[in-house]
């Protein structure tokens, strides 16, 4: 999947030939440093990532294990992010969650990926299109939810995503669902009005968790927007989405360590079952080939 960092780790690690060898030490950092940028790794991140390796391999003694040792801890830590870790239901009924994201990041198919998630888990789901903004999108989850059969809420007459969203929560409440997967208006770009009318159904909703899906393909701009999401509405955990595309492997270092919310999913390809638990041991152990 990531082969070119991959390549670039190892070639990193031979530098190191002979132990407590400092020079060699700085050429190993050097060529990760390189590696990590090159994958989108963001500057801070590598920065301090580069720091703390260098750290912890001198305080272990200099040579391949412990370069590689460090290596890995230091991956893993940073993906650990404090907070949620892949699908957490709320005490009460529904576990209402916003899906956001920017258009074609992936959200709607997320949704039904989530869906078919829960649904294999025995939950009794029911998604919402409120997605009023591309006009495909009610129709593709409707095309989603019957090929997953979950059940969906939608109202092709009703324009205003806040008035569907709490007719979908009503309806999950009184029918009692275990969760309510909202699908809402996707953006070309950040865009002012959306983002109000975002907070609005977030306002009215009063949902359990957030949820970004983030484009893994979009390299920086994935966690350049992440943040804005963040700072405007809120966001409770990352989904990214993509993932099998993604040549670089960076992005998710990057939104772990620059956005600071929990990476919760990730995407694997365009099927229903392609969805997995972020788990940062696994993403290190691809990381390193
Ligand atoms: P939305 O505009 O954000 O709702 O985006 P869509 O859900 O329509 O997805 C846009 C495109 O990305 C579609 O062709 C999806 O099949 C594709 N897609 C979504 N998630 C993944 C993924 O994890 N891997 C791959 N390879 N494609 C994905």
Redesign the pocket.
């Known amino acids: 999947m990531f082969d070119s960092i991959t390549g670039s780790i190892r070639n990193a690690v031979n530098k190191i030939r002979h132990q407590d060898d400092v020079a060699a030490l700085t050429k190993a950092t050097a060529e990760l440093k390189k590696a990590l940028l090159k994958a989108d790794v963001h500057h801070k991140t590598t920065k301090e990532l580069i720091a703390s390796i260098e750290l912890q391999t001198k305080n272990s003694g200099i040579g391949q294990d412990s370069f590689l040792r460090a290596l890995k801890s230091e991956l893993t830590n940073l993906l650990t992010t404090s907070g949620n870790q892949g699908f957490v239901f709320s005490s009460t009924p529904p576990t209402t969650i916003l899906m956001t994201?920017?258009?074609?990041?992936?959200?709607?198919?997320?949704?039904?990926?989530l869906a078919n998630y829960l649904k294999i888990r025995k939950k009794k789901v029911l998604v919402a299109a409120c997605?009023l903004q591309?006009l495909?999108?009610v129709e593709?989850l409707k095309q989603i939810a019957a090929q997953i059969e979950v059940d969906i809420y939608f109202d092709d007459n009703e324009k205003d995503p806040i008035k569907l969203a709490l007719a979908a929560k009503e309806k999950a409440i009184k029918e009692h669902y275990d969760v309510l997967l909202i699908?809402t208006a996707?953006r070309l770009a950040i865009d002012e009005e959306l983002m109000l009318q975002l907070k609005n159904v977030k306002d009215a909703i009063n949902p359990s968790e957030i949820f970004y899906?983030a484009?893994?393909l979009t390299g920086h701009d994935a966690t350049k927007t992440a943040t804005t999401f963040k700072e405007k509405i809120g966001i409770d955990g990352v989904i990214?989405?993509?993932?099998?595309?993604d040549t670089k492997g960076g992005v998710a270092l990057s939104i772990a360590n620059q956005v600071e919310v929990p990476l919760r999913f990730?995407?694997?390809?365009?099927k229903m079952p392609?969805?997995e638990v972020f788990i940062p041991d696994r993403i290190v152990s691809r990381l390193l080939g």
């Open positions: 994201g920017l258009q074609g990041s992936g959200k709607t198919t997320t949704t039904g990926k997605d591309r495909a999108a593709q699908d996707g899906v484009d893994a990214l989405s993509k993932y099998d595309g990730i995407g694997t390809g365009e392609d969805l």
